[in-house]
């Protein structure tokens, strides 16, 4: 005996206060434009018809810091640039996600100089890591889906 059955015809929803505040997390989480070299072409291109990434909740890409919850850093980070993007990610209210997109965000990628951060994980906490050079805009979105179960895994605990 379920508990449609205990119930009847009532329509009552049982759910628990962190699923419904996480399911509401992945379903309006607004990113950021923070598009550095040839990776920002390919997440453009995932907002656009044929990708559509509005189907996640993610209408448009917001250009300030403080209307968004996703940073999707899209291509090499300079050492310049560096704290611009700290400070953007401190400015983003929480809680807050980090996708790394393609090789030169995660790892440097073929510059291996002085002038580029190997890897955007030394100035900001990376969530996913989206690997390809460039990736398409379908490893984009594996990496958002991949970031959606991640915070529909939280507890309420870790928000503390």
Known sequence: M???QKLGNMGVV???LEQAVNWSRTNAMWPMLFGLACCAIEMMASQASNYDLSRFGMELMRASPRQSDLMIV???VSRKMAPVLRRLYD???DPKWVISMGDCASCGGIFNNYAIVQGVDEVVPVDVYVAGCPPRPEALIHGIITLHEKVKGEKLVDWA
Do not use: D, F, I, Y
């Open 2 to 4: 379920g508990l449609e």
């Open 14 to 16: 049982t759910l628990k």
């Open 74 to 76: 899209a291509g090499r």
């Open 91 to 93: 400015q983003m209210p």
